[in-house]
């Protein structure tokens, strides 16, 4: 009888995990080959595999910079650490051209945004009708600019 109860015990301990591996949400392991790999394998060893797959091979950055591997690929790449750098470089310039309508440093702006070129007398009309909204007081940050223009798209 001790033996029974010990083998249900040991069944249990190895049956009740498995079926949670084999159960888990396969919404986890993101894009990559990992995921190509595993495509139709569904439980937390196979998602264990894919994340792994992923990130030791670096092929989940080549498939979100390409728009392969089940990735997509961003629609802006500009950073936002980019864009911080260049409006609180040329806080003032931009401020002028925003308030203009037009100038250089707001064509930079829109470049580095990737707003197309169709689109940026539209852009630069929106970013000068709200330019309070922008520059609301003369010791605004450059963090707070660049805020309050993606706030505007």
């Known amino acids: 009888m001790k033996r029974l109860v010990l083998a249900l015990v040991?069944?249990?301990?190895?049956?009740?995990?498995?079926?949670?591996?084999?159960?888990?949400?396969?919404?986890?392991?993101?894009?990559?080959?990992?995921?190509?790999?595993?495509?139709?394998?569904?439980?937390?060893?196979?998602?264990?595999?894919?994340?792994?797959?992923?990130?030791?091979?670096?092929?989940?950055?080549?498939?979100?910079?390409?728009?392969?591997?089940?990735?997509?690929?961003?629609?802006?790449?500009?950073?936002?650490?980019?864009?911080?750098?260049?409006?609180?470089?040329?806080?003032?310039?931009?401020?002028?051209?925003?308030?203009?309508g037009q100038g250089e440093y707001l064509n930079t702006l829109a470049v580095l945004m990737e707003v197309p070129e169709g689109s940026r007398s539209d852009f630069y009309s929106t970013l000068q009708n709200n330019f309070s909204r922008i520059y609301p007081s003369t010791d605004v940050s450059s963090s707070d600019v660049l805020t309050n223009i993606e706030g505007l798209m």
Not at 55 to 75: A, D, M, R, V
């Open 10 to 100: 040991l069944v249990g301990f190895i049956a009740i995990p498995l079926s949670v591996c084999l159960a888990a949400n396969k919404e986890n392991t993101g894009c990559g080959l990992g995921t190509l790999i595993m495509k139709g394998n569904d439980g937390l060893l196979f998602q264990v595999l894919a994340v792994t797959t992923n990130g030791t091979f670096g092929n989940q950055t080549f498939g979100i910079s390409s728009g392969t591997l089940e990735c997509e690929k961003p629609s802006k790449f500009a950073s936002r650490e980019k864009l911080d750098t260049y409006i609180a470089d040329n806080m003032d310039n931009l401020a002028n051209d925003i308030a203009r």
